[in-house]
Protein backbone atom coordinates (compact mmCIF):
# COMPACT_ATOMS: atom_id res chain seq x y z
CA UNK A 1 0.00 0.00 0.00
CA UNK A 2 1.15 3.23 -1.08
CA UNK A 3 0.39 6.84 0.18
CA UNK A 4 1.14 9.58 -2.47
CA UNK A 5 4.49 11.33 -1.66
CA UNK A 6 5.61 8.55 0.78
CA UNK A 7 6.75 5.15 0.54
CA UNK A 8 5.46 1.69 1.27
CA UNK A 9 3.25 1.47 4.04
CA UNK A 10 3.41 -1.73 6.77
CA UNK A 11 2.24 -4.89 5.26
CA UNK A 12 0.70 -7.69 7.27
CA UNK A 13 3.42 -9.40 7.95
CA UNK A 14 5.20 -6.40 8.91
CA UNK A 15 2.68 -5.02 11.09
CA UNK A 16 1.88 -8.72 12.75
CA UNK A 17 5.96 -9.16 13.62
CA UNK A 18 5.51 -5.75 15.16
CA UNK A 19 2.87 -6.40 17.33
CA UNK A 20 4.55 -9.67 18.65
CA UNK A 21 7.52 -6.99 20.33
CA UNK A 22 5.83 -3.95 20.65
CA UNK A 23 2.14 -3.04 19.50
CA UNK A 24 2.85 0.83 20.47
CA UNK A 25 3.04 2.18 16.50
CA UNK A 26 2.91 5.47 15.28
CA UNK A 27 4.59 6.16 11.32
CA UNK A 28 5.08 9.76 10.23
CA UNK A 29 4.34 11.21 6.79
CA UNK A 30 7.12 12.69 5.38
CA UNK A 31 6.65 13.80 1.61
CA UNK A 32 8.89 12.06 -0.46
CA UNK A 33 11.15 10.60 2.17
CA UNK A 34 9.40 7.58 2.80
CA UNK A 35 7.59 6.84 6.16
CA UNK A 36 9.91 5.92 9.00
CA UNK A 37 8.10 3.96 11.62
CA UNK A 38 8.95 5.36 14.83
CA UNK A 39 8.58 2.83 17.97
CA UNK A 40 7.95 4.57 21.76
CA UNK A 41 10.35 2.75 24.13
CA UNK A 42 7.97 0.53 26.23
CA UNK A 43 4.91 -1.45 25.90
CA UNK A 44 2.52 1.63 27.12
CA UNK A 45 -0.49 0.15 29.65
CA UNK A 46 -1.47 4.02 30.58
CA UNK A 47 -4.08 4.03 33.28
CA UNK A 48 -7.23 6.19 33.23
CA UNK A 49 -6.78 9.90 34.05
CA UNK A 50 -8.50 10.19 37.55
CA UNK A 51 -10.74 12.89 37.79
CA UNK A 52 -10.99 12.69 41.67
CA UNK A 53 -8.08 14.19 43.92
CA UNK A 54 -6.46 12.14 46.57
CA UNK A 55 -9.53 12.56 49.12
CA UNK A 56 -11.94 10.88 46.58
CA UNK A 57 -13.56 14.86 45.95
CA UNK A 58 -14.44 15.50 41.89
CA UNK A 59 -11.78 17.78 40.90
CA UNK A 60 -12.89 20.67 38.92
CA UNK A 61 -12.75 19.85 35.00
CA UNK A 62 -11.89 22.22 32.65
CA UNK A 63 -15.02 20.96 30.80
CA UNK A 64 -17.48 21.59 33.32
CA UNK A 65 -19.69 23.99 31.55
CA UNK A 66 -19.83 21.84 27.89
CA UNK A 67 -20.58 18.82 30.13
CA UNK A 68 -24.01 20.01 30.50
CA UNK A 69 -24.03 20.70 26.51
CA UNK A 70 -26.37 18.42 24.71
CA UNK A 71 -25.91 17.66 21.04
CA UNK A 72 -29.15 19.75 20.45
CA UNK A 73 -26.95 23.38 21.37
CA UNK A 74 -25.85 24.53 18.51
CA UNK A 75 -22.22 23.78 17.63
CA UNK A 76 -19.07 26.31 17.26
CA UNK A 77 -16.58 26.19 14.49
CA UNK A 78 -13.73 24.68 15.28
CA UNK A 79 -10.65 26.75 15.40
CA UNK A 80 -7.21 25.62 15.19
CA UNK A 81 -3.88 26.21 16.65
CA UNK A 82 0.17 25.07 17.15
CA UNK A 83 -1.12 23.59 20.29
CA UNK A 84 -4.15 21.08 18.28
CA UNK A 85 -4.19 18.07 16.72
CA UNK A 86 -6.46 16.79 14.10
CA UNK A 87 -6.82 13.37 14.73
CA UNK A 88 -8.70 11.80 11.83
CA UNK A 89 -10.31 8.35 12.38
CA UNK A 90 -10.29 5.24 10.42
CA UNK A 91 -11.31 7.29 7.04
CA UNK A 92 -9.89 4.00 5.21
CA UNK A 93 -11.70 2.11 2.46
CA UNK A 94 -13.51 -0.59 4.43
CA UNK A 95 -15.59 2.36 6.16
CA UNK A 96 -15.39 5.26 3.33
CA UNK A 97 -15.78 3.52 0.34
CA UNK A 98 -19.20 1.93 -1.16
CA UNK A 99 -17.18 -1.11 -1.84
CA UNK A 100 -15.98 -1.56 1.55
CA UNK A 101 -17.63 -4.32 3.70
CA UNK A 102 -18.59 -1.98 6.75
CA UNK A 103 -19.23 0.84 4.35
CA UNK A 104 -20.93 4.26 6.27
CA UNK A 105 -23.48 5.69 4.70
CA UNK A 106 -22.55 9.29 3.78
CA UNK A 107 -19.54 8.25 4.16
CA UNK A 108 -18.33 10.40 1.10
CA UNK A 109 -19.38 13.51 2.91
CA UNK A 110 -17.03 13.03 6.29
CA UNK A 111 -14.24 12.77 3.48
CA UNK A 112 -15.27 16.49 1.87
CA UNK A 113 -15.44 17.67 5.56
CA UNK A 114 -12.33 16.23 6.95
CA UNK A 115 -10.74 17.85 4.37
CA UNK A 116 -11.72 20.87 5.35
CA UNK A 117 -10.92 20.36 8.78
CA UNK A 118 -7.10 19.28 7.57
CA UNK A 119 -6.67 21.67 5.62
CA UNK A 120 -7.98 24.66 8.18
CA UNK A 121 -5.78 22.80 10.77
CA UNK A 122 -2.42 22.77 8.36
CA UNK A 123 -3.01 26.51 7.86
CA UNK A 124 -3.54 26.87 11.34
CA UNK A 125 0.15 25.23 12.37
CA UNK A 126 -2.12 21.74 13.99
CA UNK A 127 -0.69 18.40 13.92
CA UNK A 128 -2.73 16.22 11.84
CA UNK A 129 -2.56 12.88 12.93
CA UNK A 130 -4.59 9.84 10.82
CA UNK A 131 -5.86 6.67 12.36
CA UNK A 132 -6.58 3.12 11.08
CA UNK A 133 -8.30 0.18 12.29
CA UNK A 134 -5.44 -2.20 11.27
CA UNK A 135 -6.74 -6.13 11.80
CA UNK A 136 -5.16 -8.97 11.57
CA UNK A 137 -7.12 -11.62 9.48
CA UNK A 138 -8.32 -13.64 12.52
CA UNK A 139 -9.41 -11.53 15.85
CA UNK A 140 -12.13 -12.20 18.19
CA UNK A 141 -13.56 -8.65 16.47
CA UNK A 142 -14.72 -10.20 13.67
CA UNK A 143 -18.23 -11.86 13.36
CA UNK A 144 -16.65 -14.99 12.12
CA UNK A 145 -14.18 -15.51 14.86
CA UNK A 146 -16.52 -14.88 17.88
CA UNK A 147 -17.14 -11.30 17.57
CA UNK A 148 -18.90 -8.60 16.15
CA UNK A 149 -18.06 -7.18 13.06
CA UNK A 150 -18.02 -8.77 9.64
CA UNK A 151 -14.22 -8.91 8.28
CA UNK A 152 -13.00 -5.47 7.67
CA UNK A 153 -9.46 -3.29 7.80
CA UNK A 154 -7.34 -6.23 7.94
CA UNK A 155 -3.71 -5.20 7.62
CA UNK A 156 -2.15 -4.32 4.08
CA UNK A 157 -5.39 -4.69 2.40
CA UNK A 158 -7.07 -2.40 0.04
CA UNK A 159 -9.96 -2.50 2.82
CA UNK A 160 -7.22 -0.56 5.46
CA UNK A 161 -5.77 2.07 3.22
CA UNK A 162 -6.61 5.05 3.63
CA UNK A 163 -9.43 6.44 1.71
CA UNK A 164 -7.79 8.07 -1.96
CA UNK A 165 -9.09 11.73 -1.41
CA UNK A 166 -8.17 12.01 2.09
CA UNK A 167 -6.39 14.54 2.91
CA UNK A 168 -2.71 13.58 4.15
CA UNK A 169 -2.02 14.27 7.79
CA UNK A 170 1.39 14.46 9.16
CA UNK A 171 1.60 10.97 11.82
CA UNK A 172 -0.25 7.46 11.34
CA UNK A 173 -1.71 5.66 14.08
CA UNK A 174 -2.39 1.96 13.60
CA UNK A 175 -4.68 0.14 16.13
CA UNK A 176 -6.20 -3.28 16.50
CA UNK A 177 -3.23 -4.53 15.10
CA UNK A 178 -2.97 -7.23 17.77
CA UNK A 179 -6.42 -8.38 17.79
CA UNK A 180 -7.62 -5.80 19.94
CA UNK A 181 -11.01 -4.16 19.29
CA UNK A 182 -9.00 -1.09 19.08
CA UNK A 183 -11.84 1.55 18.73
CA UNK A 184 -10.19 4.14 20.45
CA UNK A 185 -7.27 6.10 18.45
CA UNK A 186 -5.31 6.52 21.68
CA UNK A 187 -6.03 2.66 23.67
CA UNK A 188 -6.53 -1.22 22.73
CA UNK A 189 -8.20 -3.73 24.63
CA UNK A 190 -8.40 -7.34 23.39
CA UNK A 191 -11.69 -8.51 23.73
CA UNK A 192 -10.93 -11.95 25.63
CA UNK A 193 -8.00 -11.09 26.95
CA UNK A 194 -8.73 -7.82 28.42
CA UNK A 195 -5.11 -6.88 27.79
CA UNK A 196 -5.10 -2.80 27.05
CA UNK A 197 -2.34 -1.52 24.88
CA UNK A 198 -1.23 2.37 24.10
CA UNK A 199 -1.34 3.18 20.70
CA UNK A 200 1.47 5.53 20.97
CA UNK A 201 -0.74 8.55 20.15
CA UNK A 202 -1.07 9.99 23.76
CA UNK A 203 2.48 9.82 23.79
CA UNK A 204 3.28 11.74 20.38
CA UNK A 205 0.87 14.41 21.45
CA UNK A 206 2.48 14.79 24.84
CA UNK A 207 6.13 15.10 23.48
CA UNK A 208 5.14 18.22 21.49
CA UNK A 209 3.61 19.89 24.32
CA UNK A 210 -0.36 19.53 22.14
CA UNK A 211 -3.25 20.47 24.70
CA UNK A 212 -5.83 20.03 22.51
CA UNK A 213 -7.55 17.17 19.97
CA UNK A 214 -10.36 17.60 17.61
CA UNK A 215 -11.44 14.58 16.31
CA UNK A 216 -13.32 13.29 12.97
CA UNK A 217 -13.90 10.66 11.16
CA UNK A 218 -15.87 7.11 10.83
CA UNK A 219 -17.57 6.44 13.02
CA UNK A 220 -19.48 8.97 15.44
CA UNK A 221 -20.55 5.43 17.24
CA UNK A 222 -17.22 3.22 17.87
CA UNK A 223 -14.05 4.88 16.93
CA UNK A 224 -14.61 8.59 17.45
CA UNK A 225 -16.92 8.38 20.31
CA UNK A 226 -13.74 6.30 22.03
CA UNK A 227 -11.07 8.63 20.81
CA UNK A 228 -12.93 11.35 22.04
CA UNK A 229 -13.62 9.59 25.68
CA UNK A 230 -10.06 8.72 25.88
CA UNK A 231 -8.98 12.51 24.94
CA UNK A 232 -11.05 13.80 27.66
CA UNK A 233 -10.20 10.94 30.02
CA UNK A 234 -6.32 12.06 29.30
CA UNK A 235 -6.96 15.57 29.87
CA UNK A 236 -7.26 17.02 26.42
CA UNK A 237 -9.66 20.13 25.73
CA UNK A 238 -11.68 17.70 23.62
CA UNK A 239 -14.23 18.70 20.35
CA UNK A 240 -15.62 16.26 17.76
CA UNK A 241 -16.38 18.19 14.14
CA UNK A 242 -20.37 17.10 13.49
CA UNK A 243 -19.93 18.05 10.42
CA UNK A 244 -17.02 15.64 9.90
CA UNK A 245 -18.38 12.43 11.67
CA UNK A 246 -20.97 9.52 10.74
CA UNK A 247 -22.41 6.82 12.18
CA UNK A 248 -22.29 3.16 11.56
CA UNK A 249 -25.46 2.60 14.00
CA UNK A 250 -26.02 -1.02 14.45
CA UNK A 251 -29.29 0.22 16.16
CA UNK A 252 -30.96 2.90 15.20
CA UNK A 253 -30.53 5.95 17.25
CA UNK A 254 -26.77 4.57 18.17
CA UNK A 255 -25.17 7.75 16.18
CA UNK A 256 -27.14 10.22 18.23
CA UNK A 257 -26.69 8.28 21.84
CA UNK A 258 -23.01 8.55 21.20
CA UNK A 259 -22.99 12.38 20.28
CA UNK A 260 -24.76 12.61 24.05
CA UNK A 261 -22.54 10.53 25.33
CA UNK A 262 -19.59 12.43 24.08
CA UNK A 263 -21.53 15.97 25.23
CA UNK A 264 -22.43 14.34 29.09
CA UNK A 265 -18.73 13.59 28.86
CA UNK A 266 -17.61 17.05 28.53
CA UNK A 267 -16.50 16.47 24.79
CA UNK A 268 -17.54 20.05 22.64
CA UNK A 269 -19.39 19.70 19.59
CA UNK A 270 -18.10 21.58 17.11
C1 LIG B 1 -15.02 0.79 13.77
C2 LIG B 1 -16.46 -0.97 13.96
C3 LIG B 1 -15.42 -1.85 13.94
C4 LIG B 1 -14.83 2.27 13.65
C5 LIG B 1 -13.96 -0.08 13.75
O1 LIG B 1 -13.82 2.72 13.04
O2 LIG B 1 -15.70 3.02 14.15
N1 LIG B 1 -16.27 0.35 13.88
N2 LIG B 1 -14.18 -1.39 13.84
ZN1 LIG C 1 -12.45 -2.68 13.48
Given at each position: ?????????P?A?SALRRMGENRTF??????????????????????????????????????????????????????????????????????????????????????????????????????????QDWHP??T?????????????CVA????A????????????VFKGVGGE?G?????M????????A?TG??????????????????????????????????????????????????????????????????????
Amino acid sequence: MVLPGAGALPTADSALRRMGENRTFVVSVSCGAGVAPTRPPAYDVRAPVSHRDSAGAARPRRHDRRCRARSSFPSVPTTYDPHTALVVVDVQNDFADPEGSLYVPEAGAVVDAVNTEVEAAHRAGALVVTTQDWHPAVTPHFAKDGGTWPVHCVAGTWGAELHPDLAPGDRQVFKGVGGEDGYSGFSMVHPVTGDTASTGLDDLLRQRGLERVVVAGLATDYCVKETALDAVRLGYDTTVVLAAVRPVELEPGDGQRAVDVMADAGVALG
